[in-house]
């Protein structure tokens, strides 16, 4: 192996290492990573920027300033008191309710910003039953990573796969995925019911009090609720036309936000585009330059020639590896870096001889997505709601999480499987 290729790998190795290990901002890793790539010489700057994926983090900023304008109104807040009303206080109910919630909402926001959203007003209605928070919780981030997983916007593995295959439109993704994830999310609904049974029980009395809760007091600006409703709904319509208007998503994700900015004034745009989460774009181009190290010093196609060996070339075999890989690493590293790995050695595959990629995709996106209800560690999403629940007083310990969450992966994935069979080779 040449010597550059070597270097490359020890590279990447090392963010890798450092991103498990979390001792450092995964951040400054990726960054400092890609940095040494370029300064090493084992891909000069011009390549390096050639290998950035600015559709992907084009329609990441797009989304996060109309999701962060969007919030200043109280809406989902207001989505979470309503549908709790609806489920007349029943905590079975309002579990199933929010479950489905976080999932329909993760199919169209980014799934950090949901459960950002979310878990504050579901700590709100759980002290009100005064029942233990953690079903409800753990439902949400199973919710948030397999409703993500559904469409083109919802999950970053999603957004990595379509940026790089201009074929997989915002629609091919609701058309593949979506039966699936219905399928699993209605699977998940009674598993639930009957694991945490005994934990999802209050009095008539605490019932009552979440039916006096007023809804609409917490929408807090009604002229900006009205524009944000009106620019999220013309930019999710053109998500499902951007091929027939020939835009990228990241046009539209950013036509729409900006629009948005501009019918809310200058004094929304300074607060909107702080917040943007600009740590999680500086982490996706540093590994979009660590990851082309790789690809120019020929060790991915060596990565894929390896995969069709174990798999004789065979399209199912070689689905099968794909999505089964996707889950267990997922559940165990960042999905984000491993699917950045994984999306030139799929491209690869379609130099040496496997004619139909698009089963390997769906595969890729099934496994990676789902796979991070694993573990706590396996998504963002997981994280986050885990420290929001430790400042409450209900820290989510790993292997609580784990008891639960890893064989509802495993089912899911198996789901997948068969679905994938079923679907693109029976």
């Known amino acids: 192996m040449e010597q550059q290729a070597i270097w490359a790998i020890g590279i990447f190795l090392i963010i890798y290492s450092f991103i498990i290990a979390e001792k450092i901002h995964r951040t400054i890793v990726a960054m400092l990573g890609g940095v040494l790539m370029v300064t090493l010489g084992i891909v000069d700057q011009e390549t ?9 983090l084009g329609l990441l900023i797009g989304m996060m300033i109309i999701v962060n304008v969007t919030a200043e109104t109280g809406l989902f807040k207001y989505i979470a008191i309503y549908s709790a009303k609806k489920a007349m206080g029943d ?31 579901t700590f709100s209605i759980t002290r009100q039953l005064q029942v233990n928070p953690f079903p409800f919780l753990f439902s949400q981030i199973l919710a948030s990573n397999i409703g993500g997983t559904a ?4 999950d970053p593995p999603n957004i990595m796969i379509g940026s790089a295959v201009k074929e997989l439109t915002f629609m091919a993704f609701i058309n593949n995925l979506s039966p699936i994830v219905i399928v699993i999310l209605a699977v998940h609904i009674p598993i639930f019911i009957f694991l945490f049974r005994k934990q ?37 319509l053109g998500f499902f036309l951007h091929q027939m208007l020939h835009l990228e998503s990241a046009t539209v994700a950013l036509a729409g936000a900006f629009l948005l900015l501009l019918l809310t004034g200058e004094h929304s745009m300074e607060k909107a585009i702080s917040r943007v989460e600009w740590t999680t774009i500086f982490f996706f181009v540093g590994l979009f330059v660590a990851v082309s190290g790789l690809v ?16 004789g070339g065979d399209p199912v075999a ?10 267990i690493a997922s559940a165990f590293i960042d999905n984000i870096p491993f699917v950045a790995t994984m999306i ?39 994280l986050i709601v885990a420290g929001l629940s430790e400042k409450e007083g209900y820290p989510i310990r790993f292997f609580q999480f784990i008891k639960y969450g890893f064989p ?7 789901l997948s499987s068969v679905y994938v069979y079923l679907r693109y080779f029976f």
Do not use: Y
């Not at 390096?48 to 992907?56: G, R, S, Y």
């Open 344 to 382: 030139p050695m799929i491209q690869e595959m379609g130099n040496l001889g496997i004619t139909d990629l698009e089963p390997l995709w769906w595969s890729l996106s099934l496994g990676a997505c789902l796979g991070g209800n694993g573990t706590l560690i396996g998504a963002s999403a997981n």
């Open 151 to 154: 469409t083109l916007i919802g």
């Open 48 to 56: 390096a920027i050639h290998h950035i994926d600015f559709n992907t």
């Open 296 to 311: 120019e010093t020929g060790v991915i196609s060596k990565m894929a020639e390896q995969a069709m060996e174990w798999t």
């Open 408 to 414: 509802l992966m495993l089912l899911s994935v198996l």
């Open 200 to 236: 999802l029980r209050t009095t008539p009395e605490r019932k009552q009090s979440i039916m006096q809760l007023n809804e609409k007091e917490v929408i807090t600006d009604r002229k900006l609720l009205k524009k944000s409703l009106f620019i999220l709904g013309l930019t999710i």
């Open 318 to 327: 070689t689905s099968m590896l794909i999505i089964w890989l996707s889950a």
């Open 91 to 121: 905590p079975v109910r309002i579990l199933i309710t929010l479950f489905m919630i976080t999932a329909i909402a993760s199919a169209f926001l980014d799934n950090v910003t949901t459960v950002l959203l979310l878990i504050p007003v």
